[in-house]
T-cell receptor, first 113, second 119 residues
Framework: SAVISQKPSRDICQRGTSLTIQCQVD?????MFWYRQQPGQSLTLIAT?????????ESGFVIDKFPISRPNLTFSTLTVSNMSPEDSSIYLC??????????FGPGTRLTVL | AQKVTQAQTEISVVEKEDVTLDCVYE???????LFWYKQPPSGELVFLIR??????QNEISGRYSWNFQKSTSSFNFTITASQVVDSAVYFC????????????????FGKGTKLSVKP
């Protein structure tokens, strides 16, 4: 199994500012994913972040708004830039170790005022 | 395109009742994984099961059981003798299998079913 931690666990931010979310895994994994869960909704993939390559973004998500770093096999960051109230969501990272299931971090609850 | 449908938005039962959560999926892949996750009010996603498309055997884990039927593209989840602690949102999800090593891609989630178990 993989144990994932995220920082911060929650934050309240002002419109127009940026927040960087950190995701730390206790083992080396190649594939890491970032998801968004808007209030009362399901999870939607933002991007796939593989170490050693540029993140791949899903339709509707752009690098300027959600820049991602993946400096090594145990760590990644997601930045939510120039925030608006519509960005209020839970942001979750997940990993998919080979031959194992997909594990999720505890999530970052973001509220934008 | 891949799609997961959970037609039941909300279900309410009384404790000790059995309840089945439905999940229907669409995929063009011949090999894939199916998942169920539980999301309690605290918000974390709790992994319940992963099933390989090759394995159609039903599975039982305590009060939980899963019925996978490829012929109807369904992967239903039954809770027997429900308890108040089972109250949560339950998500069914699908991913492709990327290679012979079994690595999986990102998850495609259904909209979730909110289960309320009343005492």
């Amino acid at each position: 199994s993989a144990v994932i931690s995220q920082k911060p666990s929650r934050d309240i931010c002002q419109r127009g500012t940026s927040l960087t979310i950190q995701c730390q895994v206790d083992s080396q994994v190649t594939m890491m994913f970032w998801y968004r869960q808007q209030p009362g909704q399901s999870l939607t993939l933002i991007a796939t972040a593989n170490q050693g390559s540029e993140a791949t973004y899903e339709s509707g998500f752009v690098i300027d708004k959600f820049p991602i770093s993946r400096p090594n096999l145990t760590f990644s960051t997601l930045t939510v830039s120039n925030m608006s109230p519509e960005d209020s969501s839970i942001y979750l990272c997940s990993v998919a170790p080979p031959t194992d299931t997909q594990y999720f971090g505890p999530g970052t609850r973001l509220t934008v005022l | 395109a891949q799609k997961v449908t959970q037609a039941q938005t909300e279900i309410s039962v009384v404790e000790k009742e059995d309840v089945t959560l439905d999940c229907v999926y669409e995929t063009r892949d011949t090999t894939y994984y199916l998942f169920w996750y539980k999301q309690p009010p605290s918000g974390e996603l709790v992994f319940l099961i992963r099933r390989n498309s090759f394995d159609e055997q039903n599975e039982i884990s305590g009060r939980y059981s899963w019925n996978f039927q490829k012929s109807t593209s369904s992967f239903n989840f039954t809770i027997t003798a429900s308890q108040v602690v089972d109250s949560a949102v339950y998500f069914c999800a699908l991913s492709e299998i990327l290679n012979y090593g079994g690595s999986q891609g990102n998850l495609i989630f259904g909209k979730g079913t909110k289960l309320s178990v009343k005492p």
